[in-house]
């Protein structure tokens, strides 16, 4: 079993940047997409980007233009740009193995991004 780990969440000021990390006990090179995703207080875990083994990659509405989703396979990690954030992007952040929109690993502790206005 996969175990993942998000780090480089913080307090950051609206227009500020941020890159968030995620490290995988376990081998990524096997999986096809991965993902981040977010939770925001009172709402349901989202999708906010996903990127294939290919290095394709999709972006939430949201943050598109914004965000920029990486991976290194040799390293097994996955990483998240975040630049020219908005209070709205406030939420608990995960990665995970991706399909179909959902997670396929149990969920790791995830890391806060809180952006002040």
């Known amino acids: 079993q996969v175990q993942l780990v998000e780090s480089g969440g913080g307090l950051v000021q609206a227009g500020g940047s941020l890159r968030l990390s995620c490290t995988a006990s376990?081998?990524?090179?096997?999986?096809?997409?991965m993902a981040w995703y977010r939770q925001a207080p009172g709402k349901q875990r989202e999708l906010v980007a996903v990127?294939?083994?290919?290095?394709?990659?999709n972006y939430a509405d949201s943050v598109k233009g914004r965000f920029t989703i990486s991976r290194d396979n040799n390293k097994n990690t996955v990483s998240l740009q975040m630049n020219s954030v908005k209070p709205e992007d406030t939420a608990v952040y995960y990665c995970?193995?991706?399909?179909?929109?959902?997670?396929?690993?149990?969920w790791g502790q995830g890391t806060q991004v809180t952006v002040s206005s």
């Open positions: 990127i294939r083994s290919g290095g394709s990659s």
């Open positions: 376990g081998s990524i090179f096997s999986m096809n997409a």
């Open positions: 995970n193995a991706d399909q179909g929109g959902r997670g396929i690993f149990t």
